[in-house]
């Protein structure tokens, strides 16, 4: 079974410029989520869909962050413009939802660097 | 208030011996679900072992055990006989807020991170 996979593995970005990171879920995964990893910290949630609606994006820095799930698999996440308290990793993971004990699969995430 | 409180920032164990990290979590929930994860340098983070809030015995998963104390609200992870591929950060996380038809958050910590040496 694939696993959760994340495009680009790296990105170094000047402030103020725009970036946009890619994953594609488990296939079947109807819940799709996007963390941001500050270094030294654990994952903070950005924003999770079902399917292609957003369930939860309340920590989501909307005036710079975007992000879409078409068809209810691929997900786009954006930032435009960025600063440098964006650098981070940003690391997407899928779930089939069954219920508490539902497991998160991650991928291996984004690095971006905002200089 | 933080709902995830890992306090250790490093470990250290040897090879072969048994290593706990150590979890605290504040909820008013009577439902929820807690985690360990491991993430390894690659930055994958891979989920460990799962314990829920009405479980009533300790989650096991091969080497990995979890010692829940409800009263306390701890939920420590147990790694028996060490090997050098532990060598990780591991989070434990939080799942509160059920409800029915929706997906709920999950909260991570801040982790620790283990070396296992020789």
């Known amino acids: 079974e694939a696993g959760v996979a994340q495009s680009p593995r790296y990105k170094i970005i000047e402030k103020r410029q725009s970036v946009a990171f890619w994953c594609n879920p488990i296939s079947g995964h109807a819940t799709l989520y996007w963390y941001q990893q500050i270094l030294g910290q654990g994952p903070k949630l950005l924003i999770q869909f079902q399917n292609n609606g957003v369930v939860d994006d309340s920590q989501l820095p909307k005036d710079r962050f975007s992000a879409e799930r078409l068809k209810g698999v691929d997900s786009t996440l954006k930032i435009q413009p960025a600063k440098l308290e964006d650098s981070a990793v940003y690391l997407c993971?899928?779930?089939?939802?069954?219920?508490?004990?539902?497991?998160?699969?991650f991928g291996s995430g984004t690095q971006l660097s905002v200089l | 208030a933080q709902k995830i409180t890992q306090t250790q920032p490093g470990m250290f164990v040897q090879e072969k011996e048994a290593v706990t990290l150590d979890c605290t979590y504040d909820t008013s929930d009577q439902s929820y679900g807690l985690f360990w994860y491991k993430q390894p340098s690659s930055g994958e983070m891979i989920f460990l072992i799962y314990q829920g809030s009405y479980d009533e015995q300790n989650a096991t998963e091969g080497r990995y055990s979890l010692n829940f104390q409800k009263a306390r609200k701890s939920a420590n992870l147990v790694i028996s006989a060490s090997q050098l591929g532990d060598s990780a950060m591991y989070f434990c996380a939080m799942r509160e807020g059920f409800k029915a038809g929706t997906a709920s958050k999950l909260t991570f910590g801040t982790g620790t991170r283990l070396q296992v040496t020789l």
């Open positions: 993971a899928s779930s089939l939802f069954r219920g508490f004990n539902e497991k998160l699969f």
